[in-house]
């Protein structure tokens, strides 16, 4: 286990430097100056205004020589300036990253559980109606744009009802219409995901098995069918909890939620390379070590599952 362990974090640690690389070659081949954006209407009647911030900001040095120093900070936990507030990129993201972080896991949450249980639920106690209507929920749900159920719920909520606020934080009001929208198409997905796994699982030789001897239904269920059913939603779940981290971007423009999304659309607008850096390397770190913790966790939820 040790091994495998140090493996997989070298291999960690491989990837998000891959990560820094792509993302520095994708932000240097966009035909846009970060200069120019930043002198505004002076760019084109001060050209020397233009050099200055370049010079300031080191862009006229080569690329290869503004990666290496920012891998070179990067070892020490620093993560550049911005461009364009010159903030420290790590401070920028560890102010916005709680905002994230509580829209995300309660996203997540309801994702997890809602959707599980009505995957379950079916499952168990299976029909016709009850399969086709968790089909076409599930078909609605994940066809939708995200935008676009966040649009409706703000009209349908603000617009009309005028029960929650517009956008915004601070309250556990301002929760309900984001947490919502994210909640729409993860539930439909993972109520899919659950019901299929149940049900391919329950026509297993050893369920079957557990029916002939007299196990009860509750403990065939959960006990012996539940388990292994879970363990593709556990690879899911993992890796969605940290995409959502990553910053969910249409929600938290949509409702003006002061998260990692909206630092990141903001950063794109503003050509500001150290930030979109920055924010690309967190959400990756955090899908890193979600698919880490999840190769942990198997073995707890199938014993036959062995890391060498």
């Excluded at 966009?30 to 300031?56: F, S």
């Excluded at 809602?114 to 209507?133: D, I, M, N, Q």
């Excluded at 069918?225 to 938290?252: H, K, M, Q, S, Y």
């Amino acid at each position: 286990m040790l091994s495998y362990l140090v493996r997989r974090i070298a291999w960690a640690l491989v990837t998000l430097i891959g990560v820094t690389l792509i993302t520095f070659v994708v932000v240097y081949r966009i035909p846009a100056d970060p200069a120019l954006t930043l002198a505004g209407p002076t760019a084109l009647a001060h050209p020397e205004v233009v050099r200055n911030i370049r010079h300031r900001l080191k862009l006229d040095r080569p690329a290869g020589e503004q990666y290496a120093s920012f891998l070179g900070g990067l070892l020490h936990g620093d993560l550049g300036e911005s461009y364009a507030t010159g903030q420290p990129v790590r401070e920028a993201i560890a102010h916005r990253l709680p905002a994230t972080g509580e829209l995300a896991v309660l996203g997540w949450l309801c994702w997890l559980v809602f959707g599980t249980l009505l995957g379950v639920w079916v499952s168990a106690r299976p029909t016709r109606l009850r399969e086709g209507a968790l089909l076409l929920f599930s078909i609605v749900g994940v066809s939708t744009p995200t935008f676009w159920v966040a649009i409706v719920l703000l009209y349908l909520f603000v617009a009309r009802a005028h029960l929650f606020p517009a956008g915004g934080a601070g309250t556990p009001a301002h929760l309900v219409l984001p947490v919502a929208t994210l909640a729409v198409s993860g539930v439909a997905y993972y109520a899919r995901l659950a019901h299929s796994g149940m049900a391919e699982t329950l026509r297993e030789p050893y369920v079957r098995t557990a029916v002939a001897k007299g196990v009860p239904p509750r403990d065939v269920l959960y006990r012996h069918a539940l388990r292994n059913a879970l363990l593709p939603l556990v690879t899911i779940a993992g890796a969605d909890l940290a995409a959502l981290l990553g910053g969910v971007v249409f929600t938290e423009t949509v409702f003006d939620w002061p998260g990692m999304g909206r630092l990141a659309v903001d950063a794109v607008g503003q050509k500001d390379v150290p930030m979109i850096v920055g924010v690309v390397l967190v959400s990756a770190a955090f899908v890193v070590v979600a698919n880490l913790l999840v190769d942990l966790l198997y073995p707890l939820l199938d014993p036959r599952i062995e890391q060498r």
